[in-house]
């Protein structure tokens, strides 16, 4: 199994930036893919982004393409989500989220599907 924890979060203007990180323990990284989610109380956990195992390939919903970017450094057993053009309604408790497979363009974007789970990062964007 795999142990995930996230940092980076914290308090950012609308229009500015944030880099959280997921840094990995236990099993072998990159045999697990990895996603982040976000979740506001009261409200379904909400996909945000995905990267496979060899981080050669990226998925995000139209909501937040072209403004978050997902990667990762097997080297360091982390991966980053590097967030850009935050708006207030990106405010929510972000975590990351492992499994290993098998993953379709379905399952990579259903929280259910994943198998461990850091803690979660608040990030909140003021306006």
């Known amino acids: 199994q795999v142990q995930l924890v996230e940092s980076g979060g914290g308090l950012v203007q609308a229009g500015g930036s944030l880099r959280l990180s997921c840094a990995a323990s236990g099993r072998a990284f990159s045999d697990y893919y990895i996603a982040w989610f976000r979740q506001i109380p009261g409200k379904a956990r909400e996909f945000v982004a995905a990267v496979n195992w060899g981080g050669g390939t990226t998925t995000y919903p139209d909501s937040i393409k072209d ?14 989500l590097q967030m850009n053009s935050l708006k207030p309604e990106d405010t929510a408790v972000y975590y990351c989220a492992a499994q290993s497979g098998p993953v379709t363009p379905t399952t990579m974007r259903v929280w259910e599907d994943y198998d461990y789970w850091g803690q979660g990062a608040q990030v909140t964007v003021s306006s």
Do not use: G, H, L, W
Not at 67 to 80: A, P
């Open 67 to 80: 403004r978050f970017i997902i990667s990762r450094d097997n080297t360091k057993n982390t991966v980053y």
